[in-house]
């Protein structure tokens, strides 16, 4: 009989912003802005081992009745900007940032990614993402031109100009001999041309070949389409499952897509979001985790969430009474502008009468309910009931790891990095030191051929 042996787990820290799982309000947290933040984050994450950390980003500050949505965190500065910076007080941590692929061009990302995996030696990795709504499209010159079924068509098409872009280069050309006057060892370095049905750009990169060759691409589409872009062109993807069962099915689904593009199965890795909440027992845990959950979704925040559904005002309700009466407006528009839970409601009358079934069925008021019907924390427990979560849902292929978001900013990841992460090591499923500099090498993936090589290989 063999024994199937131990996965090496993946973790990473996602530094939240623009949401509610964030408890602004706590006296523990601190400053989404202050770069002491993202450097007090950056260094747990790296004194913990984790394989990169990541940043979110939203183009426009989302609304709700035509005023700012204020009950999230609010605004943060720009991805690259912090990613560079931290680059500088980081030596092998990864550095991960969504960048939108509808509202930008792919010469401007490829070059700033490049830039980013020369300056962090290796550790750049891209979250390819794509917007089709009208709201956030405003901000740019183009608006929201570009039809929902139409988004992934062009993302495929922009991250394949962006890899010819940085196939440009073949990482040789460069001489540098000051005896001989020679710099470049081949003159038509740089030089691109594509024509598609999205761009149509011709020209030289002016970024050389980085360490990684690439970006490792990261992609958080849960649909069938952005499961296919992954397993198409991505390294990792982002799920939404944390339980066995779900997390199983996803897994196995996403990497049986695989095979169809060429690809093994360890060419793609899933890493599911997850909460925690740690206790000194289970029972603290869990109290812990019901006082964060009311914490998160306020009175407030429970008014706002239902009329996402409801599409209608409901500041006359009471939070801690029952569900409106009255059914949702339907129709194109609706009171909160940029919020993705809109989107996944996609029948707000269904939704009405399931939840007020459930309401009805369970004695719940307006706030349970959301607290009910809104995702909780993934792990809660010890830190040795956690680290037996984790590592029993990645050996049972549900993930190959976790991308950790926590309650608190910036200190909300020092007390898993000193408990949970030395019990994994003593499991043998977690490194104790960074065994190679890159991303890739934290995850296992090998670098992209340069141009050169495949050019050769297809002679």
């Known amino acids: ?23 602004w309000s706590d006296p523990a947290a601190g400053s989404h802005i202050d770069f002491d933040s993202f450097v007090h984050f950056a260094k747990a994450a790296e004194r913990a081992k984790f394989d990169f950390l990541f940043l979110a980003e939203g183009l426009r500050l989302r609304e709700q009745g035509g005023e700012i949505y204020d009950l999230d965190v609010v605004g943060r500065p720009d991805t690259f900007t912090v990613l560079a910076a931290l680059a500088a007080v980081t030596d092998r941590l990864g550095l991960t940032g969504t960048i939108n692929s509808t509202f930008n061009e792919p010469y401007e990302v490829a070059r700033q990614f490049a830039s980013l995996d020369h300056l962090s030696d290796g550790r750049a990795a891209w979250n390819v993402v794509t917007s089709w709504d009208a709201f956030t499209g405003e901000n740019f010159r183009r608006g929201g031109f570009l039809p929902r079924e139409e988004r992934y068509g062009r993302a495929k098409e922009f991250l394949a100009t962006a890899h010819e872009l940085f196939d440009s280069w073949d990482g040789g050309e460069i001489v540098a001999d000051a005896g001989s006057g020679t710099f470049l060892r081949d003159a038509r370095a740089g030089a691109f041309a594509h024509k598609g049905p999205q761009f149509d750009i011709e020209g030289r990169f002016n970024v050389p ?88 979704v306020s009175g407030q925040t429970a008014i706002k969430y239902l009329e996402h559904v409801w599409n209608r005002d409901l500041s006359g309700y009471d ?12 129709g194109e528009n609706t009171i909160a502008l940029g919020r993705a ?98 991303l890739r090498d934290h995850l296992g993936l090998a670098a992209p051929r340069a141009a050169s090589g495949r050019r050769a290989a297809a002679s």
Do not use: C
């Open 1 to 23: 009989m063999t024994t199937k042996p131990l996965k090496q787990i993946h973790l990473a820290a996602h530094f939240p912003g623009v949401n509610n799982t964030t408890v």
């Open 209 to 296: 070949r980085s360490p990684q060759g690439r970006p490792v691409i990261f992609q958080a589409g849960d649909s069938d389409e952005g499961r296919e872009f992954a397993a198409s062109d991505a390294d990792a993807i982002f799920g939404r499952y944390g339980t066995l069962d779900e997390g199983r099915a996803f897994y196995a689904d996403v990497k049986r897509r695989l095979a169809k593009y060429g690809r093994n199965h360890d060419e793609l890795k899933i890493l599911p979001a997850a909460t925690f909440i740690l206790g000194d027992t289970d029972a603290e845990a869990r109290e812990t985790a019901h006082e964060v959950r009311r914490l998160q």
């Open 319 to 330: 939070p801690d009474g029952p569900l409106p009466d009255i059914d949702p407006e339907t």
């Open 341 to 438: 839970s809109v989107r996944q409601f996609r029948d707000p009358l269904e939704t009405a009468r399931q939840w007020r079934a459930l309401a009805e069925a369970k004695n719940l008021s307006i706030r349970e309910l959301v607290i009910a019907t809104t995702s909780g924390q993934t792990f809660v427990g010890s830190a040795a009931t956690v680290a037996e979560q984790i590592d029993t849902l990645v050996q049972a292929d549900a993930a190959d790891g976790f991308v950790l978001v926590p309650h608190i900013t910036p200190g909300g990841l020092d007390a898993f990095a000193d408990t949970v992460v030395p019990l994994l090591q003593e499991r043998g499923v977690f490194r104790t030191e960074y065994e190679g500099t890159t």
